[in-house]
């Protein structure tokens, strides 16, 4: 059972996401509200985890609450999207490939199958963030599914449609990264990275050349 504060601000979560998708508050269904860009030091305040960050220890990964993902491709190849910096045609920052074109279908897909909330989301080069709500009450005869359920069937749904397009080999690397977000303020910085997360790109981690 949640205590009072950590309902509360799932229930804020929850509002942002409503409101955002019947209100016209963003873009479209699986990014979040706008959020003036972080800069400076602002823009690096989050720090990702490691590659061989432990999971939490006895954490259940099913409960309510909201989770920050990232999933990097096989080898970090740059197949997922291209960035485009400076283009003084206005052109979105983030052009999607043949491949990343799959990946907000298999998680609209996922969310429909689960009964989740897919929030902020980014398709980088080579990774993708995405923040992931699983919402409570939930029907008594449908248990909650596990980060690493939704995770395997984004995966597996985008794997899938990558290979109908003629990718050969792996899409997507072993694992994934986590983060179980713990108030607003984290929500806010989670939602500022993954919103500079194009604009910063040539200083990312998972930068490639």
Not at 124 to 140: L, Q, T, Y
Request: glycine fraction near 6%; include cysteine; charge should be positive.
């Amino acid at each position: 059972m949640l205590n009072p504060s950590s309902q509360i601000f799932i229930g804020q979560i929850q509002n942002r996401l409503f409101l955002s998708r019947h209100c016209g508050i963003m873009d479209n269904r699986w990014a979040a509200a706008r959020i003036a860009p972080a800069r400076g030091r602002e823009a690096c305040a989050l720090e990702l985890p490691k590659r061989k960050q432990i999971r939490l220890p006895d954490y259940d990964y099913s409960t309510p609450g909201a989770y920050f993902v990232t999933v990097c491709t096989q080898d970090r190849r740059c197949i997922l999207s291209s960035v485009r910096r400076g283009d003084p045609c206005g052109r979105p920052s983030v052009e999607l490939s043949a491949y990343g074109t799959v990946i907000e279908p298999a998680m609209r897909q996922t969310a429909e199958l689960y009964d989740i909330q897919i929030g902020h989301c980014v398709v980088m080069p080579n990774h993708i963030h995405f923040i992931c709500v699983i919402e409570e009450p939930r029907a008594a005869t449908r248990a909650a599914p596990t980060i690493g359920q939704i995770v395997g069937a984004i995966k597996s749904i985008s794997a899938n449609r990558c290979r109908e397009a003629g990718l050969s080999g792996k899409l997507w690397q072993r694992g994934y990264y986590e983060h179980v977000i713990r108030n607003e303020k984290d929500y806010l910085e989670i939602c500022a990275y993954i919103e500079n997360n194009p604009a910063r790109w040539a200083e990312d981690r998972y930068y490639q050349a």
